[in-house]
């Protein structure tokens, strides 16, 4: 049984997207896990990040929202480019619809079946799905938690990103009362430090906050991760297809390797070899224009 999680802040701009990414890559690049992303934001970003800022618009299909409307399924969907175990579930913009539904009965009614969904759709060969959010408090959000059985807070050291926390854990408790009771915290990540008093103040006020939940490792403000975005594949992945050195890739590892003893998830050892070219294990492989 895949384990289902998500990196999510209510707040934009923390780096919920490229954490979802990077971690991704990084369990499908360092451990062997077969990791797919589900994008559940409708403004695509880890598909760009992953696909192409192009491949939400450019009319292939099927997407998440076909599989929500029962033209595909989970398996059909699912894109693998970047690496043999890093599979994708593309997002789309139709998402936006389902935030239409403001009455709390119809809006619960759709939280439970798509949650239910992707509980029970997620393909056998999959060990673990990380569900990218967007950075508000709606359905998107609810649904991600309701079907996850761990988040971990993506937390920035400022007042803004404070803010953010406090609004997260008031909807995980609603979801959690209301949906998904065995929901646990796999830990806050600190993103985006700079050695400041202001950055250096919340970080202690996080520890002092939640002693037992910050991750050890601390991600700089400049992540070193321009590059591998611009060749639309995780730090990991691009450091092992073009020989080079990060220093992101080893933060990555290191709050990867936090994250599964924190959720309990071992890796599957043997790494599968990557030469740059589309390899199926178990789901079909889509061919995507770089």
Not at 14 to 22: D, E, H
Request: glycine share 8%.
């Amino acid at each position: 049984m895949a384990h289902i999680t998500c990196f999510t802040v209510q707040k934009g701009g923390a780096g919920k997207t490229s954490m979802t990414v990077n971690v991704a890559g990084t369990l499908a690049g360092a451990y062997g896990l077969r990791t797919l992303v589900i994008d559940a934001d409708p403004q695509c970003n880890a598909t760009a990040a992953l696909l192409g800022p192009d491949y939400a618009d450019a009319g292939y299909s099927p997407t998440f929202a076909d599989v929500l409307e029962g033209r595909s399924t989970i398996a059909e969907a699912a894109v693998q480019k970047s690496f043999p175990t890093l599979w994708t579930l593309p997002g789309s913009e139709k998402l936006v619809a389902y935030e239409m539904a403001r009455d709390d009965a119809r809006r619960g009614r759709v939280i439970h079946s798509v949650a239910s969904l992707l509980s029970d759709a997620i393909p056998e060969e999959i060990d673990v799905v990380l569900i990218d959010t967007p950075p508000s408090g709606g359905i998107w959000l609810q649904v991600a938690l309701a079907a996850s059985h761990s988040y971990t807070v993506v937390a920035t050291p400022d007042d803004f990103s404070a803010s953010g926390v406090l609004k997260l854990i008031g909807t995980v408790d609603q979801v959690c009362t209301d949906f998904n009771p065995a929901l646990r915290r796999a830990g806050f990540l600190i993103n985006q430090y700079r050695r400041t008093s202001e950055g250096d103040q919340y970080v202690r006020f996080y520890r002092d906050c939640f002693p037992e939940d910050v991750f050890r490792t601390v991600f700089p403000l400049r992540g070193v991760i321009g590059s591998s975005r611009g060749m639309r594949m995780p730090v990991e992945l691009y450091e092992r297809l073009y020989r080079v050195s990060t220093p992101a890739a080893p933060l990555f590892r290191d709050v990867v390797a936090e994250w599964m003893e924190r959720v309990g998830i071992r890796g599957r050892g043997a790494v599968p070899r990557f030469d740059g070219e589309q390899q199926g294990i178990g789901l079909e492989t889509v061919e995507v224009a770089a």
